[in-house]
């Protein structure tokens, strides 16, 4: 069973926002993507719950609509492009824009945040998107794959599987992976077979 959605993009602005997924082609980061990350919004709402539903909804929605192997301002261009478009397209009065944008500008931060740094809607927000991690083997792999076809063309192939390794490493050595405890609970055990094989992968 899927959750009623908070509320619903003007076609226009939907169009818009598939569009920007959409450029450059993504490998990973595209609107696929996105509606995985959708589905576990979902199984949030259907347990927990999110204490503000429509800001976490829209901030699933932009929070990788601008991305560029490499670039380090994906994510304050993501939240500044859905500041445009929820200014353009008349949205709810009671969404918080600032919200949606504050959310998206912590993903630049996943992997170094520790539970008590964040709210409980970030927390739930941010693991949403790393839960990936926690998939079955084969949709951990290609999200892998995906990753690096992202940054072929981009980075060396040598330093990105350095970087890579390293960034993956660090996850796995961090007492928690994820911010809630409700994925901690659901995900965390598979993240942690996940990542430790492909740390031993990529030696």
């Known amino acids: 069973m899927t959750a009623p959605v908070p509320l619903t993009l003007p076609d226009p602005q939907r169009i818009a926002l598939e569009a920007a997924y959409a450029t450059p082609p993504r490998a990973y980061h595209n609107f696929q993507h996105v509606q995985e990350v ?3 919004y979902d199984v949030v709402a259907e347990g927990p719950g999110w204490l503000q539903p429509a800001e976490a909804y829209l901030a699933v929605l ?9 670039k380090r301002d994906n994510e304050a261009r993501s939240a500044q492009l859905a500041r445009e478009h929820l200014a353009h397209w008349a949205s709810p009065q009671d969404v918080d824009a ?10 630049a931060r996943h992997g170094s945040l520790a539970p008590g740094d964040v709210d409980r ?14 998939a079955e083997p084969a949709l951990f792999d290609a999200y892998d794959r995906g990753i690096a076809a992202e940054y072929r063309g981009h ?26 405890d409700f994925f901690h609970a659901r995900c965390d055990a598979q993240a942690r077979r996940n990542l430790r094989r492909a740390v031993t992968e990529k030696r």
């Open 98 to 107: 600032e919200r949606v944008a504050a959310l998206i500008e912590l993903t």
């Open 121 to 134: 809607d970030a927390a739930l927000f941010l693991d949403c998107d790393m839960a990936i991690l926690g």
């Open 62 to 70: 932009y929070h990788d609509a601008i991305y560029e192997a490499g």
């Open 38 to 40: 959708l589905r576990h």
């Open 155 to 180: 980075v060396p192939a040598w330093l990105f599987k350095l970087n890579r390794r390293r960034f993956l490493k660090g996850l796995l050595a961090r007492e928690r992976i994820y911010l809630s």
